[in-house]
């Protein structure tokens, strides 16, 4: 195998281990993974494309459903109303369970090999792991705080994954889910530990460093690793040369889960392995409701080696994002996918902009309903309509 794993706490290089984090650091020590680079060649699209670039063991069986290859959809419309000279939303939304997290589980899957692989999740995760299982014919057991909403249960369901709904929050879910990893000996899809997790989000990282160089690459932040696989694809694919110069990130938090913006603001990335001082959340923004972030260093770190920053949006902000999404960019995210949009009515924000629109908002009708508003009901006859529009 060509790779190594490196602590991103003490900078400990070891190699392979069942152990996902640190020995010395423990749990906090979160383990990076080190490969040398090498430009893809491959006519495969989707994650297969960068094969060189990922580190996959000698043998694995790779799901057969086609992730990554997103869309890239030029917002004109929003670009003007954020005052920005160019935006793209990509959307994430077109992967096969509707979210960023397919690519993440698609590692998880390939390295699970024939064993039963276990996640915690507000529903992304969870019903992106249950669709790559499916694909393979690995069984998955998802926790979900209680609070998941049903349209990604229904996906957990019809995927044949055993959920257990556990009354509590996400970060209940979380331990609970880890004690269960612990007794039954499953592979844990955990991208707060799993080094492995965030090599499938860094090739959202990559794709965006094939499109023409931007100035801003928006994302939103829950636990921190996807904004910190994000910015590993930036720099991998600026280091072979693909991409001329790396854009700055910038980096939106709901005010309701604000633990990676803290400890941004307290520039605590330094120091021993432990938790982000914040705990508790609670918003809309349901995929970036953490409480206590495991990859907060990460995070913290991409953001300030981009040279960029971090902002916190209210619920009411994420709504609004998510109805500026929809109406002047078409593209329909939710709440946590909008969160990115939100950020950009910060003003230091200028330039050219792609913002990550993570999930599709068919993931949560009744956050998107929330936004939207309601219909008109009238009766059958054209003067009910003339009631509405001509009063």
């Known amino acids: 195998m060509n790779w190594t794993l490196k602590c991103s706490v003490c900078g400990t ?7 996902m984090t640190c020995e010395e650091c423990g749990i906090w020590g979160i383990l990076e993974v080190e490969m040398a680079l090498e430009l893809p060649t ?12 990922l580190p996959i063991p000698e043998g694995a069986k790779l799901p057969p459903v086609l992730v990554g290859n997103t869309a890239v959809c030029e917002a004109p419309r929003l670009a003007d109303f954020f005052g920005l000279s160019r935006l793209r939303l990509k959307d994430e939304g077109r992967n096969p369970s509707g979210s960023l997290k397919d690519r993440a589980s698609w590692m998880g899957a390939v390295h699970a ?8 999740s507000t529903g992304n995760a969870a019903s992106s792991l249950a669709a790559m299982c499916a694909s393979l014919g690995q069984k998955a057991m998802i926790f979900v705080p209680e609070r998941a909403p049903a349209p990604k249960l229904a996906q957990l369901q019809v995927f044949g994954a055993t959920v257990f709904r556990v009354a509590g929050n996400y970060d209940q879910a979380y331990e609970l889910c880890a004690q269960a990893i612990e007794h039954y000996g499953w592979y844990s ?7 492995y997790l965030v090599e499938g989000k860094k090739t959202c990282g990559l794709e965006i460093a ?6 801003w690459v928006a994302v ?10 994000i910015w590993k694809g930036l720099k991998e694919m600026h280091a072979l040369g693909v991409l001329s110069r790396l854009p700055r990130l910038l980096g939106v938090q709901a005010q309701g889960a604000p633990a990676v913006f803290e400890e941004w603001c307290s520039d605590g990335d330094n120091g021993p392995a432990r938790p982000p001082k914040g705990a508790g959340a ?16 990460r995070a913290v770190r991409a953001i300030q080696e981009s040279n960029g920053k971090i902002v916190c949006v209210s619920d009411e902000a994420i709504k609004e994002a998510m109805r500026l ?13 909008a969160t990115a949009v939100a950020g950009l009515a910060d003003s230091e924000v200028t330039g050219s902009v792609v913002a990550v629109v993570s999930g599709s908002g068919l993931k949560d009708v009744a956050g998107a309903q929330a936004a939207g508003g309601e219909p008109h009901d009238v009766s059958a006859d054209l003067k009910s309509v003339f009631e509405i529009l001509d009063p």
């Not at 899809?189 to 080094?195: F, G, H, I, Y």
């Open 220 to 229: 939103s932040v829950g636990d921190g690793c996807t904004i910190a696989g």
């Open 282 to 297: 609670q918003t809309l923004a349901d995929s970036i409701s953490v409480g206590i972030p495991r990859n907060w260093r």
């Open 13 to 19: 290089i070891g190699h392979h281990t069942t152990q």
């Open 210 to 215: 094939e499109l023409e160089t931007a100035d």
């Open 189 to 195: 899809r955990s991208a707060a530990v799993n080094p």
């Open 325 to 337: 999404t929809a109406r002047l960019g078409g593209v329909y995210g939710e709440p946590a996918g």
């Open 42 to 53: 491959a006519l495969a699209v989707g994650m297969e494309r960068y094969l060189p670039l």
């Open 113 to 120: 090999g024939n064993r039963t692989v276990a996640c915690a």
